[in-house]
């Protein structure tokens, strides 16, 4: 059994680990201790490292590196994301520049089909999906736009993720490609959820049936464990992984704290729980050699339990009789995946927030640290930012 497995795999590490500082017969001394290995974890310890000549332990709670975007090949050979698939995107050219001194790039265009009634039809919503659903004959643009516009329900104030839709594309396209789906992933309606959530989905006009437009779109070639691996190969770097925060704290002596972790976490809850949607995924192995067109298959229909197929060859390219899908189940309890952008619970992220403030030693960045529905390269760049800041504002950082 994988979970089983995996998790005596965390213990023996975690054993070892402290095994190790306590070998060491005092409390070993690092000028900053960063908790967690994943983006915003990585870039804070390979630039305190490399750039700031600063001796640095990396700690984190799970047995691997890379944080969710860790790859890792199955059984089979296969190069599988273990926390959902990773696609790579941006438009800074800075983020971009940066990784690309730790990988190579395999180039890649992420395209996404819609399982609607057994049809698949591309999302983000284009003039071939209306095509296809309507049978349409939208020739251009602008015959696509005009069918948009006379469905289009204006929305006087767009507030939620169901305003969004709504104003764009009308009520009917909403529930067949929104409503049941962020239902699911969400556990909540969309009007419930910010905007922002389903503005990430554009609508668009013409054929182009890429999910992503940004100027930069590849995959690590070698993956993302790989591209992680090279950012933490320093001298002045230490991981260790499978050892929590409170573990590392109580075995080693640091002068300033980055951490990548929950923020309500961090402060004992003290506020309350911050909400996390989490999801369970399920790993399989298919004796075909292909199962689906694209990579990724969602399932809008609130009846179909799961969010998403994704077939991982589409991303790496690799070759084999076989091939390896994860199934996607959205779930409320489990690892802390997704902050859920509304209202509420960005207030009291604001309250740990200003306790956050309160404590120049201690630097929260990323993901769950601050609270943000962020992808990848959005991490990278606050990652990039706040050492920036940290450096101008430390005379002690890469001295002249
Ligand atoms: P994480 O990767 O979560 O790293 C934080 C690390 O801290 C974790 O490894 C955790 O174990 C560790 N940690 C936490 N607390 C402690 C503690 N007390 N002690 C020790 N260790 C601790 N982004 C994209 O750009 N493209 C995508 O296609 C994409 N797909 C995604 C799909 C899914 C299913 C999910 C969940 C996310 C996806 N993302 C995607 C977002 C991407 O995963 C994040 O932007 C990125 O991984 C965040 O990096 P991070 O370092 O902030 O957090
Ligand atoms: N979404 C949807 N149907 C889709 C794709 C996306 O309803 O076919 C909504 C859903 O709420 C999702 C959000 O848009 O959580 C953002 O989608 P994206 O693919 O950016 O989410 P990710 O998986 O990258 O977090």
């Not at 469905?151 to 709504?166: C, G, K, L, N």
């Not at 199962?291 to 060859?313: C, L």
């Amino acid at each position: 059994d994988a979970t089983a497995a995996e998790m005596m795999a965390a213990i023996d590490e975690a054993t070892a680990a402290s095994a190790h500082l306590a070998a060491q017969g005092q409390r070993p001394h690092y000028d900053y201790l960063v908790v967690g290995a994943g983006f915003a974890g990585a870039v804070m310890a390979e630039r305190l490292a490399a750039d700031g000549g600063k001796r640095v332990l990396v700690v984190d709670r799970r047995p691997h590196i890379a944080g969710n975007a860790y790859d890792v090949a199955d059984a089979a050979g296969i190069l599988i994301h273990q926390y959902g698939p990773h696609i790579f995107h941006t438009n800074s050219d800075e983020v971009f520049a940066y990784l690309s001194n730790f990988t190579r790039w395999r180039a890649y265009e992420h395209r996404v089909l819609a399982d609607v009634d057994g049809r698949r039809v591309p999302v983000p919503i284009n003039r071939t999906t209306l095509n296809a659903l309507y049978d349409a004959g939208l020739e251009t643009d602008a015959d696509a736009a005009a069918f948009l516009a006379a469905r289009a329900e204006p929305v006087a104030q767009v507030r939620t993720s169901e305003d969004v839709v709504v104003s764009a594309v009308g009520h009917e396209l909403y529930r067949t490609f929104f409503r049941g789906y962020t239902r699911k992933q969400w556990g909540l309606d969309p009007s419930a959820l910010d905007k922002s959530v389903t503005a990430r989905v554009p609508t668009r006009t013409s054929t182009d049936d890429r999910y992503f437009t940004d100027r930069h779109q590849a995959m690590p070639a070698a993956g993302f464990t790989a591209m992680f691996a090279a950012m933490l190969d320093h001298p002045n770097i230490t991981v260790l992984t499978g050892t929590d925060f409170a573990e590392a704290a109580a075995a080693v002596s640091y002068d300033r704290l980055v951490y990548t972790g929950p923020i309500d976490e961090y402060f004992g809850y003290c506020h309350g729980r911050l909400p996390y949607r989490s999801l369970c995924f399920e790993h399989r192995t298919l004796p075909v050699e292909r199962h689906q067109e694209v990579a990724v298959v969602n399932y809008p229909d609130e009846a179909v339990p799961h969010t998403r197929i994704t077939e991982y060859k589409h991303l790496t390219g690799q070759r084999s009789p076989v091939t390896s899908i994860t199934i996607e189940y959205p779930a409320a309890e489990g690892d802390p995946y997704y902050p859920i952008p509304r209202p509420e619970n960005h207030q009291l992220y604001k309250r740990y927030e200003a306790l956050a403030l309160a404590e120049p030693d201690v630097i929260f960045v990323g993901r769950l640290a601050t609270y943000r529905y962020y992808n990848m390269d959005q991490v990278v760049g606050q990652a990039l930012a706040t050492y920036r800041r940290l450096k101008a504002g430390h005379a002690d950082i890469a001295p002249a």
